[in-house]
């Protein structure tokens, strides 16, 4: 049954109730902010809300009376995560150590979505600098998972995770370097979409340019499609940013993976650790492709060892980020952090450069893999959400066992990634898998997810039933 509650429906729902009078953004957004109310004490998903919303909902309110709504996502309540510059807000990137004026301009990615006229909510929560996947940070504390708040939402885009789960909203921008869209929505039951490097531009570049986009994390894929059609335009800021090819990213969407030729990858230069239900969800995607016309088969890119290629470029950008700090201040910044930058202090230049060599190595590889075939096919996580409280302990380590061994790959090579919600654990948990397309091909990776959200079936989200 359709939800009847404004919170609940999705970005497209919506857009056509307002083209039919049927429902206001001053509406949507009211029912978005008394969820806030009774659930974001629960959640602790924003670093901050936005006092003008209410106006933008009512200016966008009179446009639609007027027929004349200014863009795509007119009246759409959305968040930004406080890694990302919003305009008139201080980007305080979860971290006590940063300054606390606002920001003058926004980031593009939020430009996009105020120029197709989006109602932006608020700030969300990030990790301290988006260096881990737990979701907690030194400034805000922990952000807790709406499935079950005794469990993380990941991250490092934690408050986008809650915020989606939890219907503050249908659109929420996160960011990722190693996994950081892709993980949370994994945790919290939401489409996670890694663009292809550049395709939605970036500034300022944060502590991992090279490897770090920005991009949607909704209940639906379309919505994510949607999204990404506001997001997805050039900015002249970012040096890496595509030449602009405006289009609307749900054209094609509902195409099928008829013939498509699925590769199911186990294997990333290394053996990613993946419990029973992981392998089960996965198996399971596979089969759901199958069933619709794909050719499924299992494959091995040929990878070199992502961990060590990694490693190396999350440990150096922790280390220029701690060297960079001052003094005075290294004290209030994550115990964790310091200890990666600590480890990887001493790396030489000929390391680091071996590394981006090994970097370039892995995505010639995956384009060779993608000749052969269209999609890649993973699991996302290795387990489903680990518990919210427990602490951060050997961080080198629980990068490619606990955190994102599925994941960082595809910030390494640059193509895009989605994490599809495929299932429920025996514990009510969402379970998630990975598509993959080549460098630039966003459409196919968009069209197999698609394909996969149809035939799961899965709740969008579960409305929180008791926040006490």
Same mark, same amino acid.
């Given at each position: 049954m359709p939800p009847t509650d404004p919170a609940l429906m999705s970005a497209e729902t919506l857009l056509g109730l307002y083209a039919r009078r049927a429902?206001?953004? $001053?509406?949507? *957004?009211?029912?978005?902010?008394?969820?806030?109310? *009774?659930?974001?004490?629960?959640?602790?998903? =924003?670093?901050?809300?936005?006092?003008?919303?209410?106006?933008?909902?009512?200016e966008s309110e009179a446009r639609w009376m007027a027929g004349r709504p200014m863009g795509l996502l007119d009246g759409i309540p959305a968040t930004v995560k406080d890694l990302l510059n919003l305009a008139g807000?201080?980007?305080?990137?979860?971290? +006590?150590?940063?300054?606390?004026?606002?920001?003058?301009e926004d980031a593009p990615s939020v430009l996009g979505l105020k120029q197709a006229g989006a109602v932006i909510l608020g700030k969300t929560t990030t990790t301290e600098f988006g260096w881990k996947s737990p979701g907690d940070c030194p400034l805000h504390g922990i952000t807790r998972n709406p499935w079950n708040r005794e469990r993380t939402v990941g991250g490092s885009s934690s408050g986008a995770g809650a915020a989606g789960a939890a219907c503050f909203g249908p659109l929420h921008i996160g960011t990722d370097a190693g996994g950081s869209i892709r993980?949370?929505?994994?945790?919290?039951?939401? $489409?996670?979409? +890694?663009?292809?490097?550049?395709?939605?531009?970036?500034?300022?570049?944060?502590?991992?340019?090279?490897?770090a986009v920005a991009g949607p994390m909704t209940r639906t894929v379309r919505d994510a499609a949607l999204m990404f059609s506001a997001m997805a335009r050039h900015d002249l800021r970012d040096p890496f940013s595509l030449p602009d090819d405006p289009q609307d990213w749900r054209r094609g969407i509902e195409e099928g $993976?008829?013939?498509?030729?699925?590769? *199911?990858?186990?294997?990333?230069? =290394?053996?990613?650790?993946?419990?029973?239900d992981g392998e089960a969800a996965l198996v399971g995607a596979a089969k759901l492709l199958e069933e619709q016309g794909a050719i499924v088969e299992e494959a091995d890119p040929g990878l070199p060892d992502t961990r060590?290629?990694?490693?190396?470029?999350?440990?150096?950008?922790?280390a220029r980020l701690v060297a960079t700090t001052p003094a005075e201040k290294r004290p209030l910044l994550d115990r964790g952090l310091e200890e990666v930058a600590e480890r990887e202090r001493g790396m030489l230049a000929t390391d680091f450069l071996g590394a981006e060599a090994l970097r370039i190595e892995a995505a010639h590889a995956m384009a060779r893999f993608h000749q052969r075939y269209d999609i890649?096919?993973?699991?996302?996580?290795?387990?489903?959400?680990?518990?919210?409280?427990?602490?951060?302990?050997?961080?080198?380590?629980?990068?490619?066992?606990?955190?994102?061994?599925?994941t960082f790959a595809f910030n390494l090579t640059r193509q895009p990634a989605i994490s599809v919600p495929v299932g429920l654990d025996e514990h009510g948990m969402p379970r998630a898998v990975q598509v993959a397309a080549a460098l630039y091909r966003d459409d196919l990776a968009f069209r197999a997810a698609r394909a996969l959200e149809r035939a799961a079936e899965l709740p969008t989200a579960i409305p929180l039933a008791n926040p006490g």
């Open positions: 429902l206001s953004p $001053v509406e949507v *957004l009211q029912a978005v902010l008394q969820r806030v109310a *009774l659930y974001n004490p629960w959640v602790n998903a =924003f670093a901050a809300m936005n006092p003008r919303a209410l106006q933008q909902a009512g807000f201080p980007t305080r990137r979860g971290s +006590k150590t940063t300054d606390a004026t606002p920001a003058t993980i949370p929505a994994a945790f919290c039951g939401l $489409v996670g979409v +890694k663009p292809s490097f550049g395709r939605i531009p970036q500034w300022p570049l944060g502590a991992f340019a090279n490897v $993976v008829a013939g498509m030729r699925v590769g *199911l990858v186990r294997r990333l230069g =290394f053996e990613p650790p993946l419990d029973a060590a290629i990694f490693g190396r470029v999350w440990g150096v950008a922790l890649l096919l993973t699991a996302c996580t290795p387990t489903a959400a680990f518990a919210a409280d427990q602490p951060t302990l050997r961080p080198t380590e629980a990068l490619w066992r606990d955190w994102a061994p599925w």
